[in-house]
């Protein structure tokens, strides 16, 4: 195992000491917030599952709808409406912090649906597909803010497994090794010179 390059000296040794028990707590800070990164992406992938299998049902209703519709009032009618169709939709957009990762938090508030176009030449079809496009739009603003978070949760889960491997295979096994080596060579020096104390101490008696 490498080990780091320094003199063999008790200070030496209590500073690395002291940094080997530091590198050990910010290992198991970090086995901790693994753990934490883990379980958060995995209720959100739950969550994202379902959000997205609520909006794929929403659309294929919406596109339901929107063939009835055409069927009933006829294409350039649907067309007409739809260029002058307003949700009215206000988009709020804040933020909440996870083990230090900013995760979006989405609402879209959708006013009650007012058609601005007038009765004549459309019938209950477009309205029906007017309404099935907004809920649509308030579960879109649920998918988005589950995928931007499972995103980013991933992209810190990567940079904390990186962490992790560099002090568990790389930082970590050093300081053990210099310790151990430090340890050895002073006690070595320890043993000589308690030998050439004692070789003094009989050649004087």
Known sequence: MKRIEMPATRSNLIRLKDELAFAREGLDLLDQKKEILVRQISSLSARADRVRQEVNSGLAE???QLRDAKVECGESVVESVGLGLKAGEQLTLRERSLMGVVLPLVSIDIPSLRPSYGLYATGKSIDATAAAIRRVMETAGELAEVEVSTERLMAELKKTLKRINALDRIYVPA????????????????????????RIKGRSG
């Open 62 to 64: 919406a596109y339901e």
């Open 175 to 198: 300081y053990q090794a210099t310790v151990k080596a430090i340890e050895i060579t002073l006690e070595e020096k320890e043993r000589e010179a308690l030998f050439q104390l004692k």
